[in-house]
């Protein structure tokens, strides 16, 4: 029984034993000291931004598990369908904003008609007075209303774009929206369109939204890497904007079909394409291929104008106004100064950028080649600009500002006696002249340049009301454009 005992005590242990456990006192004394490691020094973040499928579903991001096709279709299927509603939401506002830039407003319009036009009391004064016809010479030829001019096909030519009885049934009146909700409004009752043409072009707009998105943070990857950073003083400030014109370069025949699509008229009667690939198609057959729709001079400088201009204003113009005021802030130490610096920056740089923006438009509205021009929804200018100074020029010195407008006629009313009078030689007083308030913004086109200002400085504060609620975690995700 000893003997079994001992041969139990033996092979015993104690199952504390089994396991070990950090001690919790003071490590022991070593004969090597260890020093803590100093921190780096901060470097800006350069990696691209964050990608919304592995956002969406993170374990598609690790590469132990391999990727499962199933989970990865699904996260594809929810990103588009979540890129698509945000653009979906957004479409309204931008079809507004842009067929307000590309609307031409003459001067003249709103002016009284040229012809003047009897009223209904003149009428019914001749109709009474048929009997004085028996005493008049018969030899005499009768006065006759003067004819309308007409041109080559036989209708009649439009005097002004006021005119209701020669304004193209696909056309909205001109002048009657002063603003982006206002002319979404305009859009959704005009018998022509309907509230469903406030989404046209959303499918390029969402296809374009989405390459940048993917490929730009790529492009800007790539640029890191083939440039070393000791070639320029600020590369971070360069890189950026160098991948920004190159992805919108790449992208600029999407947003030609997209201005385009969202320009001419929704009816199936006038409507000159019929979506985004038969307007890529045609566009390349007819106007140049792809060296025109590329490197002409009236699609090639606004690009590079407008995908440059925005991404200088947003890194050069924050840091600008922190020096102005005097006060060393930086985006880690002072994220709430600097957001407001960013603000600042962001509507100054719209009085800045609007303006080319809206002379890109009005340049890619205008066909070339042997295109047949489209039938815009709004009134378009009938004689094509000549470059982006010429755009400037004609918006400036022949348009006007003072929207909305209304159509006004003078009437003219002369009685028998005055007739009487007139012929007798005797002096009649002058008839009274319409009188329109003279305002300054009726004699430029200042205001057409900036269609869409207050619904773009309104974007801005929300999004920066946005990016002050939420704690901005992400600050150096990436430049952004709103």
Sequence with gaps: MSSSSASLRGLYSDPTSA????????????????????????????RPSHNSIFDLSPELSDPSDGIDPINLLKTLAASAILQYTSSAIAMPWEVGKLLLQVQWVPRDAGDPDPLEIPDEDDALSDSSNDNDSYFTDPNVTPHTAALRPTDEQGYVVRRSVLEEGTRPEYI?????????????????????????????????????????????PMIRGLLQTLLPNA?????????????????????????????????????????????PFDALSRILREE??????????????????????????SFILPGLLASYIGVQITQDANPIAWGFAELASSCLGLLIT?????????????????????????????????????????????????????????????????????????????????????????????????????????????????????????????????
């Design 354 to 482: 609007l303006p080319f923006e809206t002379v890109r438009r009005r340049l890619q509205v205008q066909v070339r080649g042997t295109a047949k021009p489209i039938k815009g929804c709004v009134e378009l200018r009938p004689a094509s600009y000549n470059g982006v100074v010429d755009a400037f020029w004609h918006i400036l010195t022949e348009e006007r500002s003072d929207l909305p407008i209304s159509a006004q006629k003078r009437k003219r009313r002369m009685s028998k006696g005055k007739e009487r009078a007139a012929a007798s030689g005797e002096e009649m007083p002058a008839p009274a002249q319409y009188k329109e308030d003279q305002s300054w913004l009726r004699s430029t086109g200042m205001g057409q340049l900036y269609r869409g200002l207050g619904m773009r400085l309104g974007a801005s504060i929300i999004m920066f009301g946005l990016a002050l609620f939420s704690g901005g975690d992400e600050a150096d995700g990436g430049w952004t454009e709103l």
């Design 288 to 313: 140049g291929g792809l060296k025109g729709i590329y490197l002409h001079p009236h699609l090639l400088i606004p690009t590079i104008i407008d995908n440059t201009l925005p991404p200088i204003v």
């Design 172 to 216: 909205i009146p001109v002048g009657s929206a002063n603003g982006v909700w206002g002319m979404m409004r305009r859009v959704g009752r005009f018998r022509g369109e309907g509230w469903l043409s406030l989404w046209k072009g959303l499918l390029t707009s969402c296809l374009t939204e989405v390459l940048t998105s993917t490929f730009q």
């Design 19 to 46: 396991w070990s456990f950090v001690p919790s006192g003071p490590a022991p004394a070593s004969n090597t000291s260890t020093v803590p490691a100093a921190p780096p020094p901060y470097q800006w973040s350069s």
């Design 231 to 275: 070639a320029f003083h600020r590369p971070l400030i360069f890189l950026p904007i160098l991948s920004h014109l190159i992805m919108g370069f790449i992208l600029s025949p999407l947003d030609l079909v997209r201005t385009r699509l969202i320009v001419q008229s929704f009816s199936s009667r006038h409507r000159t394409y019929t979506g």
